[in-house]
Structure formats: C-alpha cells, structure tokens
C-alpha cells in the first residue's frame, strides 16, 4: 500500500495567480512558507524556512484566489506531484508542488487586507443570557429518599 499525502500549514509568500486552462478549468498557484525552529547541541536556536509550490483546481481555486493574500495563514491538504518538461532551449526543467485536494483559510485579520473580500459578518451573534438561579434553593441536600424531578433541575 503506497500513500501520498500532504499537510502544509503556513504563510502565504504571494497572492494566489488564478488562470484558466483552453478548456475553461480554473487553476491557481501560490506558495506557502513553512518554518522549523529548533535548539541545536550547543544551546544556539536554529531557525530553517521551505517553500512550497501550491496548485489549485476547479472552485477551490476560485476561492483561494478570492480569499487568500500575502501573508495569510492557510492549511492545504494534498499530494505531491512532480512536473518534467522541456524548456525552449531543450534543458530538462522539474517541479515539485502540491496539489491541493481541500483548503482551510486562517483566522480572518483584523484589519481588512487589500484585495481580499471582507468576512461576510464581522459582528458575531449576541450569546444568550444564562437564566439566573438562586442559590438558596440549592442549600439543603435532598434526602436519600427524595425523589429528584426533571422538572426541578434549573437547566
């Protein structure tokens, strides 16, 4: 059994490029900026960054496109795919990238960020106030053969 499969949380290093193919299918590209830190034997932290090429299909690339910036914090799932082609002048070119199967977009920043659709609320709905209880009737634990009602539970 073989698996190829890809989770990518990171940064958006540019804004998503959205094209269509000649048969009218959406494609968009970008990649992500991934970060590792880590302490190294002599006590000094170490930082390391990947680049990782982003591919888009279909509606979820109209929508990494609409949504997504420079910057923002997105979480694609995928599979890795390498690309082989010839370049005009018949070097062999190869790419690696991802192509993302669902997308999850970070948390939505405070300050609307240029080019990118605002959130359709931004006020969230009002919480429902608690009932209030009174303490006083809770005080005296109900005898062992007191019978407890549904009824009586203030909740």
């Known amino acids: 059994m073989n698996l190829n499969k890809v989770f990518i949380l990171g940064n958006l290093t540019r804004d998503p490029e959205l094209r269509q193919t000649p048969s009218g299918q959406n494609v968009a590209t970008f990649s992500i900026a991934t970060n590792r830190a880590w302490t190294d034997k002599s006590g000094v932290k170490q930082t390391q960054v990947e680049f990782h090429n982003i591919v888009v299909w279909g509606r979820l690339a109209e929508i990494a496109h609409q949504y997504l910036a420079k910057g923002r914090l997105a979480l694609v799932e995928g599979r890795m795919s390498t690309r082989t082609w010839q370049d005009p002048t018949g070097q062999k070119k190869s790419r690696t990238e991802i192509v993302a199967e669902t ?43 007191e019978e407890i009602k549904v009824e009586n539970i203030p909740f």
């Open 103 to 145: 997308m999850q977009l970070g948390p939505r920043p405070a300050v609307p960020v240029p080019g990118v659709a605002p959130a359709l609320s931004s006020k969230s709905p009002e919480p429902a106030p608690l009932p209030e209880v009174q303490l006083e009737e809770f005080n005296e634990a109900p005898a062992a053969n």
